[in-house]
Structures are given as structure tokens and as C-alpha cells.
């Protein structure tokens, strides 16, 4: 049966005006879970949390304080997410010892969502498709594209594996709750432009520590016109402009997910319309671009006309990758196959292209998307975020460049600190894979 939310509005009476109790959207899921009536920025508090999350790196870390601190057992273990996904398949003896670390530790609590190979996925893509988190719900997760979720009308954000451990011990987390910041969308993307396009826009508008500790809070009637995987893009990577965690207001299409993938019940939490913001901008859909980010941070984005104008032959690549939690979702297989429908990647160069869960491959290969890439020349991977972090799986050489539709462009991110990495989205990604230069 249809889960009926609850929903608690916008606006706030008369009455009410000119006293310190309007609140953003964040504040608001942050003070229910705290059991507050009003929350205020700065103020720290204490709240319950709906989940928490590890992966192959970090939950071994937590792990080790968990039975440091001689705790015996979890709080809830429906309520605790262990995704093996940085170096899974296991790349080496390390990997595979962290890995069985996480193992062990599920199956001696029970922990309900464990993921093993197979079954697991990219876990920012894999915890909404399998209905982990829903509206309202307060997540953490030890590692820092947990703010993935505000997408789904959720906090979520990174903390350390420190306070993953006693997380998972008490259920409860320490907050300092965020100012926000508000950017208004109006109107609508032009063909060819993506969410990895605006969340590019705007880090480049505001800078990689633009939104420092603040709630990065999206509205406006442009937001109807975003996919939910385009949602999943931006929330991800509200991180690279410095925010606490990236939300969105829930509306049909928000709901409409839910009921597919969640039976869990979820709640609908508005921003007052007096709440208080730091800054506000105003963003016109219908003027955003094709966009890249330029070694050797998100921050030195460009349009297509701006590169074209300033590298009129093109940069040459060595790599292309199409996939992490970013943008490894089915929308944009879809668009990277568009592109290379019946094309040939350019010699020499390499192509790798990783759906972001099991259940993403299985529908790209039932729509003859994987098809498409092994006959254009490109490597298909089981999911992983390998080469995002320079695990495995495209590792870069002293001297080359890939362009890539993950989330940072650090230097050595991806391998030999002599390397370049152009982060764009997937569209235009895979077009540069054909030609060899972006």
C-alpha cells in the first residue's frame, strides 16, 4: 500500500512574526530529530539518527574504535548501511582484508543491510534504490557524498569514523546546525545540459568553500524540471562547495521515487518563508551550458564556448570515465549511449564506463546501452568507485589526462600527482571520447 507521508508547511502565522522561530528546510529535520521545537544556527544539539552508513574504507576504521571502546552491540541493525564499494571486487590483499573486516562485523551483529558483491552497488546510488532513505530521514555516513540524499528531502552528511562507530553504538549523533544558503532555479535546462552542468555552475559561481559549513537549500519552479538523477548530481556534490549538505524540496516527482523504491514512511519538511539565509541566488535554467572543471578543482569551471574560444584545436585526453556516485546513474548511461551510438572511441584513448549498482547494469543492459559501449570500444566495469579515488579500475600515469564524470579533480586524485583530471557530465564525456580531445 502507498505510504501516506506526513507534512509539516511552510509559512508560519502572523502571530508568529518577528519571532525567532522561522527555519530553513535542514533546521527543520535537524530540530524534529533533536526532539526541539526551534533550532537556531550554531547551536549545537544532540539528535537521533534514521541511519548510518560505511563503506570498505571507513567502516573498518569505525569498527576498530566500536570494539576499542568495548561496545558489544549496535543500536538497531536495520538501521546501520555497510556498502563494500571503493575496492570491490578486492583489488589486493589490503583491500580484501578491510573488506572482511566489514564482513565479519555484519554477520557477528546481524546488520540487515550488508551488501555483498553481487549485490552491492556504488552505495549513494544503492541506499535510494533500495529505499534506505526517504524523506525527512536524518543520515549519516562516514564518508562525504552522504549529502547524496537531500535529494530526496533528507539531511544527510559526512562525518569521520569516529563518530560513525559511536553512532552505531547509541543511535545518536552531535550536530552544530548549518546557516544555508538559498539558490532559486527558474526555468528550464536546453537540451544537452545536465544537473553535472549546474552544480559545476554554481561551484564555480560561489568557489569550493562558497557554502562552508552551510546548508546549500535549492527551490523555484526550475526544480520540476530536474530528474531525480539529475537531483542525486547536484545534492552529491554540494560537498565541493564546502556545504554542511545539499537539499531539495519534495514534490510529485520526489514522492513518485519513494513509492517505487521505499516502503518506509517519510516526512515532508518545508522552509518558513521568512527563514533566514546568508545568501540567496537566483539561477536561469535556460542559461546554463555544457560546463568543465579544470585541474585541479571543481571550482575552475568553464563553458564549452569558453574552452572552445581559449583551446580552439581541443585538449587532448588519454581517459574518459562515465560512472561513479555522481553520475553512474541509468540517466546517464543513457545520454553517454546516445552520444556513441554507432561510434568508435578514438584510438588510444580509454574508455571506462561503471554502472553505479547491479540493478543500473541489468536495465542498461535490457536497453542495449551496454551494447552500445562494448561496440564503440569502451570497457564496461562492475560497479565500483574505484578509479574515482584512484583505486583501481583507470589509474593515471605521470603526464596524462582523463576526463571524467566523477566529483573531484584533486591533484593525484586519480593516480601520479604529475596527472590531470576535467570533470564534465556524461554527454559531453562521452563525445569527447570519440574525438580524443574535449
Known amino acids: 500500500m502507498p505510504v501516506t507521508p506526513q507534512i509539516f508547511n511552510a509559512g508560519v502565522p502572523d502571530y508568529w512574526k518577528g519571532f525567532p522561530m522561522p527555519m530553513t528546510m535542514t533546521q527543520k529535520i535537524l530540530a524534529a530529530h533533536a526532539g526541539l521545537s ?9 539528535a537521533e539518527v534514521d541511519l548510518v552508513l560505511g563503506n570498505d574504507i571507513t567502516a573498518p576504521v569505525a569498527i576498530a574504535e566500536f570494539e576499542k571502546a568495548g561496545i558489544t552491540r549496535v543500536f538497531d541493525k536495520e538501521k546501520i548501511a555497510l556498502v563494500p564499494d571503493h575496492f570491490t571486487p578486492n583489488k589486493d590483499i589490503q583491500s580484501a582484508t578491510l573488506a572482511k573486516t566489514m564482513r565479519d562485523f555484519a554477520h557477528k551483529h546481524d546488520i540487515s543491510h550488508y551488501f555483498e558483491v553481487g549485490q552491492m552497488g556504488i552505495e549513494h546510488a544503492l541506499l535510494p534504490e533500495k529505499g534506505l532513505v526517504v524523506a525527512g530521514d536524518l543520515v549519516i555516513g562516514a564518508d562525504s557524498h552522504t549529502c547524496t540524499y537531500g535529494a530526496l528531502g533528507a539531511f544527510s552528511t559526512g562525518v569521520g569514523s ?23 532555479l527558474v526555468g528550464r535546462m536546453p537540451e544537452g545540459v ?24 535549492f527551490c523555484g519552479e526550475g526544480i520540476e524540471s530536474l530528474s531525480m538523477d539529475d537531483r542525486f548530481t547536484i545534492a552529491n556534490m554540494a560537498i565541493e562547495a564546502g556545504a554542511k549538505n545539499g537539499i531539495f524540496p519534495v514534490d510529485a516527482q520526489t514522492q513518485a521515487y519513494m513509492q517505487a523504491h521505499s516502503r518506509k514512511e517519510y516526512s515532508i519538511y518545508a522552509a518558513d518563508e521568512n527563514a533566514a539565509y546568508d545568501a540567496e541566488y537566483e539561477i536561469d535554467l535556460a542559461s546554463l551550458r555544457p560546463m568543465v572543471a579544470f585541474p585541479h578543482l571543481p571550482e575552475n569551471a568553464k563553458t564549452m564556448d569558453e574552452v572552445r574560444a581559449e583551446f580552439p584545436e581541443g585538449i587532448k ?13 541509468l540517466d546517464d548511461l543513457r545520454q553517454a549511449a546516445a552520444v556513441l551510438k554507432g561510434q568508435r572511441i578514438a584510438p588510444g584513448l580509454r574508455c571506462i564506463i561503471i554502472p553505479a549498482t547491479q540493478q543500473i547494469y541489468l536495465d542498461a543492459m535490457a536497453e542495449g546501452l551496454i551494447q552500445i559501449f562494448i561496440e564503440a570500444g569502451a570497457v564496461v566495469s562492475t560497479p565500483t568507485c574505484g578509479p574515482c579515488l584512484g ?43 570519440i574525438t580524443g580531445y574535449i
Open 391 to 433: 583505486g583501481y579500475m583507470g589509474i593515471l600515469a605521470a603526464g596524462e589526462r582523463c576526463l571524467s564524470t566523477t566529483n573531484r579533480n584533486f591533484v593525484g586524485r586519480m593516480g601520479h600527482v604529475d596527472s590531470e583530471i576535467y570533470l564534465a557530465g556524461p554527454a559531453l564525456a562521452a563525445a569527447s571520447a
Open 38 to 46: 526551534h533550532v537556531e544556527a550554531g547551536q549545537l544539539i544532540e
Open 162 to 184: 569516529t563518530d560513525m562507530a559511536f553512532c552505531m553504538a547509541t543511535g545518536k549523533a552531535w550536530f552544530k546546525v548549518p546557516a544555508a544558503i538559498r539558490l532559486n
Open 317 to 329: 585526453i588519454d581517459q574518459v570515465v562515465i560512472g561513479s556516485c555522481t553520475n553512474g546513474r
Open 194 to 217: 545536465c544537473g553535472k552542468d549546474l552544480i559545476l555552475y554554481i561551484i564555480g559561481m560561489i568557489g569550493v568553500d562558497g557554502a562552508l559549513y552551510k546548508s546549500m537549500e
